[in-house]
């Protein structure tokens, strides 16, 4: 019985636990990867839609009837590359390991990290039409303080005003973010001096 067999040990010293019919595990990048709920949905996704099922049936009558005929043909090759390919493949769990550490994000629900994404894609354009908002109504507003007849002269003083004001703005903003990232520094140098 192929299933109540005992784990056995590769040349690498990593035991492979044979499943039901002597299969082998797959490979440890490819479980780590679909373990993504992106990838995982993806796939899926892949799967349901004609044209992926279409792809895949093709692929798997295209494989029964050119490669697998080959099997016997390849097993000394695959003896001989296998210590090499269940090291890369330890690798590549490895660093998939160091990705989620690093970042993650990767492991978040497939609609979560699509909010994500949209809200950094679509940031330039929300910061721009909130800078395009401030300068249109601080002109307005200068426009509305500036004396004289409406025309071009009062619209020259208002958008000079308005340059003025926007410069002070900048000016107050920039000495905010100094004045906090010095705070910042000033208490890191306190916890050294500790």
């Known amino acids: 019985m192929p299933h109540a067999e005992k784990d056995q040990i ?4 990593t035991t492979e636990t044979p499943m039901t019919n002597g299969e082998k595990p797959a490979s440890k990048v490819l479980s780590h990867l679909q373990s993504y709920p992106v990838v995982h949905d993806s796939v899926e996704t892949f799967r349901a839609h004609p044209y992926g099922a279409k792809s895949l049936s093709v692929f798997n009558t295209t494989y029964e009837r ?24 330890e690798l590549g769990d490895s660093g998939l390991s160091k990705v989620e550490t690093q970042f ?33 109504k601080t002109w307005e507003d200068e426009y509305r303080k500036t004396g004289g ?14 340059e003025l004001r926007m410069g002070l703005d900048s000016y107050n903003w920039v000495s905010q973010y100094l004045v906090h990232r010095k705070e910042q520094a000033q208490k890191k140098a306190n916890e050294v001096a500790k």
């Open 10 to 13: 590769d040349m690498n010293g």
């Open 66 to 89: 050119v490669v697998a005929p080959l099997h016997p043909y390849l097993r000394t090759p695959y003896s001989y590359l296998s210590p090499y390919l269940s090291r890369a493949d």
């Open 104 to 136: 993650p994000i990767v492991k978040e629900d497939t609609e979560k990290l699509k909010e994500t994404v949209t809200s950094l894609a679509t940031a330039p354009f929300v910061l721009a039409g909130q800078g395009k908002e401030y300068v249109w």
């Open 149 to 162: 007849q409406d025309g071009l002269v009062k619209s020259v003083k208002a958008l000079i005003s308005t």
